[in-house]
């Protein structure tokens, strides 16, 4: 029985570094999820603020003809007046420039506003295009290491399913038939754990003395009666 007691151990071991090399795999997968995941972010801010610059500029350019057709406005009423000889209307006209003039005014002060706006949007696309840049390089970088490690992480799984193979074949169909019943069982952590000093180290409480000195003699397959793992004697 002890044979097949260090079977169930490899066996075991094998599963602890299968699970660490998926949840490793897993991890790295995440790390360039969550990099292109800030990469299309910062895409989307750069469409975003780019359309804002173009409808910016649409507005100023729609101030500056408004501008221009005032000007000509303005230019015509001011060569009317020499030619009114009535007060009232002459009075008129000249309100009627003076509210153009004003109205231009106006316009101008927003069109000031408007290209400051540009300039602050235009700093704020060139800042996200110089990140979006090192968000682009630390991917590329990424995708060499996770290409590296995910074929490590492959090969050390195809290396472990062979052993995991070997080990099946060694041990009787009974005693694997429990080890796969006890794993299944398990939501996390191990099948097959150790005792030592009469602690089950699935579930950290201590068995029965009795029991304890019975596992010492490793005769037969004995589970903890708390955790319900097969369980083991480890000298310290
Ligand atoms: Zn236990």
């Not at 044979?3 to 699970?19: A, H």
């Not at 003039?101 to 000031?112: F, L, Y």
């Amino acid at each position: 029985m002890k044979d097949q007691i260090d079977i169930l151990v490899s066996l075991q071991e094998i599963e602890i570094e299968s699970s660490s090399v998926k949840t490793h795999l897993c991890s790295i997968s995440k790390r360039l999820d969550l990099l292109s995941s800030s990469q299309n972010e910062l895409k989307q801010r750069i469409t975003d603020e780019t359309a804002k610059i173009e409808e910016l500029r649409k507005l100023y350019r729609s101030h500056e003809s408004d501008i221009k057709q005032n000007q000509v406005m303005i230019k015509r009423s001011q060569e009317r007046l020499n030619s009114i000889k009535n007060n009232r209307e002459y009075q008129a006209l000249l309100k009627e420039i003076e509210e153009l003039k004003r109205t231009n005014s106006a316009t101008e002060e927003s069109m000031i506003d408007y290209l400051n706006q540009i300039d602050d949007a235009e700093k704020k696309t060139a800042a996200m295009h110089e990140e979006l840049q090192f968000v682009e390089n630390d991917i590329l970088q990424e995708q060499q290491v996770v290409g590296v490690e995910t074929e490590a992480a492959g090969k050390r799984l195809k290396e472990l399913d062979q052993e995991r193979q070997k080990m099946s074949g060694k041990i009787e169909a009974d005693v694997l038939k429990l080890f796969q019943k006890v794993q299944s069982q398990q939501v996390r952590g191990n099948a097959v754990v150790p005792v030592q000093d009469a602690v089950c180290h699935g579930c950290y409480v201590n068995i029965p003395p009795q029991m304890y000195n019975e596992l010492q003699r490793c005769d037969k397959l004995r589970m903890c009666p708390n955790c319900q793992r097969i369980i083991y004697w480890k000298q310290i």
